[in-house]
């Protein structure tokens, strides 16, 4: 037994151990700021404010939950975070494809064209008001829809996406078209199989950066019932660093208006969760899907 | 193939179905008015009691539907921005950017108000009275109009300065009137380990977007006001430090810092920990705003008799002038603007005005920014004033309001005349009345306003930031520096705020001040 644990330290070299460690290192680099959060918001006003939390709640209380939980407009966003983001999700996929796809046929001409076309994009943009003013015309101010639609199509995605495609054999095209198939079935039952992993991380993508933008809100939206998750979480948190705002707006006893640090975290962890329960499912097409998609490009 | 096509169906579909704008009743009017949301937990902005409140006691009788339109609190600027370039803008804006403002008028986005205010306006035209009036008057060309309506700012006062009680009692000294007293309370302290082995005597935290800030009162204390004309004070008021005199404030600093009497991460903005210590009973001195002791939700005092028992902060004034009176620098008396975009309706714009001034009556303002009693409050004082307000976080959420907001006219809360306004104020710190009202006579104590000018200084704009990211680097080097060094570093260090910019904005401010283009007075102006 003694020699088996010796044998078995021996393969781990020193090598192997720096590595660990330094593995570790970064590991903590990313939870530590993370523990720290949940730590605040478990915590009172009076502990945070003497610098005594850390990584361990200090003066435990629940109380930033309950306000969250009590509020029920926090639940509404939630719900409405999570609808914007399925519909977006979903229609980002179906439009990426149907971009991508074409673009991997050597059959389409002025290929080159196109995607110069759609490239441009990721470069220049026409600022925020006439974005501003596109949206006002098209009368989507202060609908949901102006959450979803802009920005439907990453163009970073569309390149990965045609990438992977591209680097798919083109004989299973050339074979499943000798066969019969015509353009839409050789997507549907040749392609987008074969493309699983790349599929799922892009609707990572995209769900993940929907579920954190609140910019596009910020402007689009003034109704209180279509304010998503996020956007309630940075006016929250800006809320809590506004006490010199509130010198500022001559209101300073009535300080009630910002909020606490540690209903900030709990709101932080609020939003968070639901990332984090999801992401370990889709995790693991990650690595592959995006590899695969840039490397044989 | 299909599913594809049934989805981009539906697409389109779901795009046909923006719905159209409802019609407006007959008869009636609806004003839009912006309001500032700030994501309340329970409150809701577009359904509240102040709300209702004004559609009951105006709106119905006026025939004018009021509606309030969200904007965030903490992007309003680029918000309004947005609508105001978009033709969205609701019928009365609010910010709390006056250049916007002047930006607007120039391009002629924004109503004039003279002729409307004349009119339906006279009782809010009193309220605001022309002290506040001509923060918002600007010449874009026309002469001199009114294109914004600046809110009254109740409590001008800025900073005080904040000393331990419990330690000044074990010392056996009394409250330091001058920067030799103060040095003496310091080095005792430091000497004694009142705060124990951390005791830091004097803290300070650094504003990076306005480094001099913090050391204005100190500053004003051994300015040579005999070598400086009205005409130096309004060129260099933003450049204090240049004033001749001032050198003298920071060289005591500098003194402070080589003696270990100073946070020893000077000039490093670091506000967890300087909270932590000042509640933790290891800071002796600071200066704040006039309130900062105080607040409820970073209660130092509070804390601090908690984790210390017997601690205690109270307001000092110690830079008193070395020769002459004392002054302070104040805020000004305007608070936000609001206006009215230059393409609302005539019957619109006029039912604005009405709005604004029917809030400028004694009832509608107390109510709006009071709430109701039995709900915001249960006990009045025997001059009216609520005396147990209740602050938003524990009103049920039917009565949930935030005066300011609600009540734009006005920054901070007005209940006739000064005296109860001040008595007002420190009652909304419970246990804390009488050293709140102390901190606030000594930061009124000779008080004069900044001066500020009506038109942009190009310089300001161009050369803005990197004056201010100059002007922290001369504050930390000055400060820093050994004794010796002072001198020359200060020499090297203003020399480079002038080169980067600094002498251009003194310049235009120098011809601002010839067309008489600035507000703010010289403080000594009197007295001389």
């Given at each position: 037994?003694?020699s088996k644990l010796t044998?078995?330290?021996?393969?781990?070299?020193?090598g192997q151990?720096v590595l660990?460690?330094?593995?570790?290192f970064?590991?903590?680099i990313?939870?530590l700021?993370f523990v720290?959060?949940?730590?605040?918001s478990l915590?009172?006003?009076?502990?945070?404010?003497?610098?005594?939390?850390?990584f361990w709640?200090a003066?435990?209380?629940?109380?930033?939950y309950e306000?969250?939980v009590?509020?029920?407009s926090?639940?509404?966003?939630l719900?409405?975070?999570?609808e914007i983001?399925?519909i977006?999700?979903?229609?980002?996929m179906v439009l990426?494809?149907?971009i991508a796809?074409?673009l991997?046929?050597?059959?389409l001409?002025g290929r080159?064209?196109?995607?110069?076309f759609?490239v441009?994009?990721m470069?220049?943009s026409?600022?925020?008001?006439?974005?501003?003013?596109?949206?006002?015309e098209l009368?989507?101010?202060?609908?949901?829809?102006?959450?979803?639609?802009p920005?439907?199509?990453?163009?970073?995605?569309v390149?990965?996406?045609?990438?992977?495609?591209?680097?798919?054999p083109?004989?299973l095209?050339?074979a499943a078209?000798?066969?019969?198939a015509n353009?839409?079935q050789?997507?549907l039952?040749?392609?987008?199989?074969?493309s699983?992993?790349?599929?799922?991380?892009?609707?990572?993508?995209?769900?993940?950066?929907?579920?954190?933008?609140?910019s596009?809100?910020?402007?689009?939206?003034?109704?209180r019932d279509l304010?998503p998750l996020?956007?309630k979480?940075y006016?929250l948190?800006?809320?809590?660093?506004?006490?010199e705002?509130?010198?500022?707006?001559?209101?300073?006893?009535d300080l009630s208006?910002s909020i606490s640090e540690?209903?900030e975290s709990a709101t932080?962890?609020f939003a968070?969760?639901?990332?984090l329960?999801?992401?370990?499912?889709?995790?693991?097409?990650f690595v592959?899907?995006?590899?695969?998609?840039?490397v044989?490009? | 193939?299909?599913?594809?096509?049934?989805?981009?169906l539906t697409l389109?579909v779901?795009?046909?179905m923006?719905?159209?704008?409802?019609?407006a009743?007959?008869?009636?009017?609806?004003l839009?008015v912006?309001m500032y949301?700030?994501?309340i937990?329970?409150?809701n902005?577009?359904d509240c009691w102040q709300?209702r409140?004004?559609?009951?006691?105006?709106g119905?009788?006026?025939k004018?539907?009021?509606?309030w339109?969200?904007v965030s609190?903490?992007?309003?600027?680029t918000i309004?921005?947005?609508l105001l370039?978009g033709?969205?803008?609701?019928?009365?804006c609010?910010t709390?950017?006056?250049?916007?403002?002047l930006q607007?008028?120039e391009?002629g986005?924004i109503?004039?108000?003279?002729?409307?205010?004349a009119e339906h306006g006279?009782?809010l035209?009193?309220?605001?009275?022309?002290?506040v009036l001509?923060?918002?008057?600007f010449?874009?060309g026309?002469?001199?109009?009114?294109y914004s309506?600046?809110a009254?700012r109740i409590?001008t006062a800025?900073?005080s300065?904040y000393?331990?009680q419990d330690?000044?009692?074990?010392?056996?000294?009394?409250?330091?009137?001058n920067?030799e007293e103060?040095y003496a309370?310091l080095k005792?302290?430091?000497?004694n380990?009142l705060g124990?082995?951390?005791?830091?005597?004097?803290s300070?935290?650094l504003?990076?977007s306005d480094p001099?800030?913090g050391w204005?009162f100190?500053m004003?204390?051994?300015i040579d006001?005999?070598?400086v004309t009205?005409?130096?004070w309004?060129?260099?008021?933003?450049?204090?430090?240049?004033l001749p005199?001032a050198?003298e404030?920071?060289r005591?600093m500098?003194k402070?810092f080589?003696?270990g009497l100073v946070?020893?991460y000077?000039?490093i903005?670091?506000?967890?920990?300087?909270d932590?210590?000042r509640v933790m009973?290891?800071d002796?001195?600071w200066?704040?705003n006039?309130?900062?002791a105080?607040r409820?939700?970073?209660s130092?005092?509070?804390?601090?008799e908690k984790?210390?028992?017997g601690?205690?902060?109270?307001?000092?004034?110690a830079?008193?002038?070395v020769n002459?009176p004392t002054?302070h620098e104040t805020?000004n008396?305007?608070g936000q603007?609001?206006?009215i975009p230059?393409?609302?309706?005539?019957?619109?714009?006029?039912?604005?005005?009405?709005?604004l001034?029917w809030m400028?009556l004694p009832?509608s303002?107390?109510?709006?920014?009071n709430?109701?009693?039995?709900h915001n409050?249960?006990?009045?004082?025997?001059h009216g004033i609520?005396?147990d307000?209740k602050?938003?976080?524990d009103?049920?959420?039917?009565?949930?309001?935030?005066?300011t907001d609600g009540?734009p006219?006005?920054?901070?809360f007005?209940?006739g005349?000064?005296e109860?306004?001040?008595?007002a104020t420190?009652?909304?710190?419970?246990?804390y009345?009488?050293?709140?009202a102390?901190?606030?006579?000594?930061s009124?104590d000779?008080?004069y306003?900044?001066?500020?000018?009506?038109?942009?200084?190009?310089?300001r704009i161009?050369?803005?930031?990197?004056?201010?990211?100059?002007?922290g680097?001369?504050?930390v080097?000055a400060?820093?520096c050994?004794?010796?060094?002072?001198?020359?570093?200060?020499?090297?260090?203003t020399q480079a705020i002038?080169t980067?910019?600094?002498?251009?904005?003194i310049?235009?401010?120098?011809?601002a001040?010839h067309?008489g283009?600035?507000r703010?007075?010289?403080p000594m102006a009197e007295?001389?």
């Amino acid at each position: 037994m003694q020699s088996k644990l010796t044998e078995h330290k021996k393969r781990l070299g020193t090598g192997q151990w720096v590595l660990i460690m330094v593995m570790l290192f970064f590991v903590l680099i990313c939870t530590l700021p993370f523990v720290n959060v949940i730590a605040v918001s478990l915590s009172s006003k009076s502990a945070i404010l003497r610098g005594d939390v850390t990584f361990w709640p200090a003066e435990f209380t629940a109380k930033a939950y309950e306000v969250i939980v009590g509020d029920k407009s926090m639940f509404r966003s939630l719900f409405l975070t999570v609808e914007i983001t399925l519909i977006y999700t979903i229609l980002s996929m179906v439009l990426t494809i149907l971009i991508a796809f074409p673009l991997t046929m050597k059959r389409l001409k002025g290929r080159k064209f196109f995607m110069l076309f759609i490239v441009f994009t990721m470069y220049f943009s026409g600022g925020m008001i006439p974005i501003y003013l596109n949206i006002k015309e098209l009368g989507l101010l202060n609908k949901k829809w102006s959450l979803i639609l802009p920005g439907l199509i990453s163009t970073f995605n569309v390149i990965i996406l045609k990438n992977f495609f591209s680097s798919l054999p083109y004989e299973l095209n050339e074979a499943a078209y000798i066969d019969g198939a015509n353009d839409f079935q050789i997507l549907l039952m040749v392609y987008l199989p074969l493309s699983f992993s790349s599929l799922a991380t892009l609707a990572l993508f995209y769900a993940v950066g929907k579920w954190n933008s609140f910019s596009d809100a910020l402007y689009y939206i003034t109704s209180r019932d279509l304010q998503p998750l996020q956007l309630k979480l940075y006016n929250l948190i800006k809320g809590g660093q506004a006490v010199e705002v509130a010198v500022q707006e001559g209101n300073a006893s009535d300080l009630s208006s910002s909020i606490s640090e540690s209903i900030e975290s709990a709101t932080i962890i609020f939003a968070t969760l639901p990332i984090l329960v999801v992401y370990p499912f889709v995790q693991r097409y990650f690595v592959t899907g995006v590899t695969l998609g840039a490397v044989k490009g | 193939m299909k599913r594809i096509l049934t989805l981009l169906l539906t697409l389109c579909v779901l795009l046909g179905m923006v719905p159209v704008s409802a019609m407006a009743d007959e008869g009636w009017t609806t004003l839009r008015v912006e309001m500032y949301d700030r994501s309340i937990a329970g409150f809701n902005v577009e359904d509240c009691w102040q709300l209702r409140y004004i559609q009951k006691n105006f709106g119905d009788p006026n025939k004018i539907k009021v509606e309030w339109v969200p904007v965030s609190r903490w992007e309003e600027g680029t918000i309004l921005n947005n609508l105001l370039a978009g033709g969205t803008a609701p019928d009365i804006c609010m910010t709390y950017g006056g250049d916007m403002v002047l930006q607007y008028a120039e391009m002629g986005g924004i109503l004039p108000l003279d002729e409307l205010l004349a009119e339906h306006g006279q009782e809010l035209t009193a309220f605001l009275g022309q002290e506040v009036l001509q923060f918002g008057q600007f010449d874009v060309g026309g002469g001199k109009l009114q294109y914004s309506l600046p809110a009254r700012r109740i409590i001008t006062a800025a900073q005080s300065m904040y000393i331990r009680q419990d330690w000044l009692d074990k010392l056996e000294m009394q409250v330091p009137n001058n920067v030799e007293e103060l040095y003496a309370y310091l080095k005792a302290a430091k000497e004694n380990n009142l705060g124990g082995a951390k005791t830091i005597p004097y803290s300070s935290d650094l504003y990076a977007s306005d480094p001099f800030y913090g050391w204005i009162f100190q500053m004003d204390a051994f300015i040579d006001y005999t070598q400086v004309t009205e005409e130096d004070w309004v060129t260099y008021h933003d450049f204090h430090y240049l004033l001749p005199g001032a050198k003298e404030a920071l060289r005591w600093m500098n003194k402070f810092f080589n003696e270990g009497l100073v946070t020893d991460y000077f000039g490093i903005s670091n506000s967890d920990q300087t909270d932590s210590d000042r509640v933790m009973g290891h800071d002796g001195f600071w200066v704040g705003n006039w309130d900062s002791a105080w607040r409820m939700e970073m209660s130092y005092s509070h804390d601090l008799e908690k984790n210390v028992p017997g601690a205690s902060w109270i307001a000092c004034d110690a830079f008193k002038a070395v020769n002459g009176p004392t002054v302070h620098e104040t805020y000004n008396a305007a608070g936000q603007y609001l206006f009215i975009p230059a393409w609302v309706s005539e019957e619109t714009a006029i039912a604005a005005v009405k709005y604004l001034n029917w809030m400028s009556l004694p009832e509608s303002l107390f109510a709006l920014q009071n709430g109701e009693i039995g709900h915001n409050y249960t006990t009045v004082d025997e001059h009216g004033i609520p005396t147990d307000l209740k602050n938003i976080n524990d009103t049920e959420d039917a009565y949930k309001m935030h005066a300011t907001d609600g009540a734009p006219i006005c920054n901070g809360f007005y209940y006739g005349s000064d005296e109860l306004n001040y008595a007002a104020t420190a009652m909304g710190f419970p246990g804390y009345e009488d050293a709140v009202a102390a901190s606030l006579v000594i930061s009124n104590d000779g008080g004069y306003e900044p001066i500020s000018f009506t038109r942009a200084i190009q310089g300001r704009i161009d050369y803005g930031s990197m004056v201010s990211s100059k002007e922290g680097e001369l504050l930390v080097q000055a400060v820093t520096c050994t004794p010796d060094k002072f001198d020359a570093v200060w020499e090297e260090y203003t020399q480079a705020i002038l080169t980067s910019g600094g002498q251009n904005i003194i310049d235009e401010q120098r011809a601002a001040y010839h067309e008489g283009a600035y507000r703010g007075f010289y403080p000594m102006a009197e007295k001389k």
